[in-house]
Nanobody, 120 residues
Framework: QVQLVESGGGLVQPGGSLRLSCAAS????????MGWYRQAPGKQRELVAA???????NYADSVKGRFTISRDNAKNRVYLQMNSLKPEDTAVYYC??????????????WGQGTQVTVSS
């Protein structure tokens, strides 16, 4: 059974930085796209950043120039480096991966979410 486990959230002051990490475990044949989403109270979940298996990246306009997504294929991990954080970045952040497991069928997997709070 495949699981995604996130870490790295917390409380940070405006202008500060955090690094989120998400690790996939279980029987994994391959991973295609990886991404980070966030959901603030009362709002819909939105894409923050995504990275393909080839390393191409895509960012929400609101985080361009401040956030960087990266992946380590050998470790089945995805990271989100968040700099110059703003109060409006406060949300629960979820990682997402397209994983082909031991049955060779691709599924969409989600992490449990990690809270990021930007406040003075």
């Amino acid at each position: 059974q495949v699981q995604l486990v996130e870490s790295g959230g917390g409380l940070v002051q405006p202008g500060g930085s955090l690094r989120l990490s998400c690790a996939a475990s279980g029987i994994i044949f391959s991973i295609s796209a990886m991404g980070w989403y966030r959901q603030a109270p009362g709002k819909q979940r939105e894409l923050v950043a995504a990275i393909t298996s080839a390393g191409s990246t895509n960012y929400a306009d609101s985080v361009k120039g401040r956030f960087t997504i990266s992946r380590d294929n050998a470790k089945n991990r995805v990271y989100l480096q968040m700099n110059s954080l703003k109060p409006e970045d406060t949300a629960v952040y979820y990682c997402n991966m397209g994983i082909r497991g031991g049955d060779y069928v691709a599924y969409d997997y989600w992490g449990q979410g990690t809270q990021v709070t930007v406040s003075s």
